[in-house]
């Protein structure tokens, strides 16, 4: 609507002496942020590593409660197809497509082990907004990275969740062990059947292990 983009102009056009709000230079931060990442590929590798290495500061950044909300109800200008039309997009999708263009433009870049270690790392991520964006680019990589690699990282997970401590509650929500298979899930809604099918013969074949029962609970 007209507010949004009047709200979004003016952050673009702010300064450091005019801005009257931490946040406000932080939603700017982070709406420059996602432009140079969706344009990665025109970058030098020192820089691909310099913006993967700031993957965690977007994440801390979105955790701010005004942040998150402007990105969730913000819309962006951007060029159509053509580059003659300018349309506006939600600034949460802007972020989504950014982000999985990065993978794409890493995909063959010595920065990638970064990207795969952050995803790794944010994989259980607290804040539901993260997360949310954590599993988008996991799903986003699962559909596009061939079987066998797939495969390989569901056996891990598999492994994971199996050699967790039986310490906690498995029905607990907050559970170390009850969030990684929420997220294993996930990932399997997003997945061939065949991965669900791999799932569970790592369960069976673990049956015996004392922490089997408590992923199957989970």
């Not at 003016?10 to 344009?39: C, G, K, M, N, W």
């Not at 590593?49 to 993957?55: D, G, H, N, Q, V």
Request: with cysteine; glycine share 0%.
């Amino acid at each position: 609507d007209s507010q949004a983009k009047s709200a979004l102009v003016d952050i673009l056009s702010l300064s450091v002496e005019s801005a009257t709000s931490a946040r406000v230079l932080l939603l700017a931060r982070v709406v420059l942020f996602q432009s140079v990442i969706r344009y990665s590929s025109e970058l030098e590798v020192d820089a691909k590593f310099a913006i993967t290495s700031k993957l965690q500061w977007l994440l801390d950044v979105l955790t701010d409660t005004e942040v998150y909300s402007s990105v969730l109800s913000s819309q962006l200008p951007v060029a159509d197809g053509s580059g003659k039309t300018i349309i506006w997009e939600s600034m949460f999708s802007a972020l989504i497509l950014s982000l999985k263009t990065l993978m794409i433009n890493l995909s063959s870049s010595p920065a990638w082990e970064e990207l795969e270690t952050f995803l790794l790392q944010s994989l259980l991520h607290p804040h539901f907004l993260c997360w949310q964006i954590i599993m988008e680019l996991w799903c986003f990589w699962v559909r596009h990275a061939t079987e066998d690699l797939v495969a390989d990282m569901i056996d891990k997970l598999c492994t994971l969740m199996m050699s967790m401590s039986s310490s906690e509650t498995p029905l607990c929500p907050d559970s170390v062990l009850r969030r990684t298979t929420k997220s294993v899930c996930f990932l399997l809604t997003h997945s061939p059947k065949s991965l669900t099918a791999r799932v569970y013969k790592n369960i069976s074949t673990e049956s015996r292990s004392e922490s089997a029962p408590d992923a199957y609970l989970a």
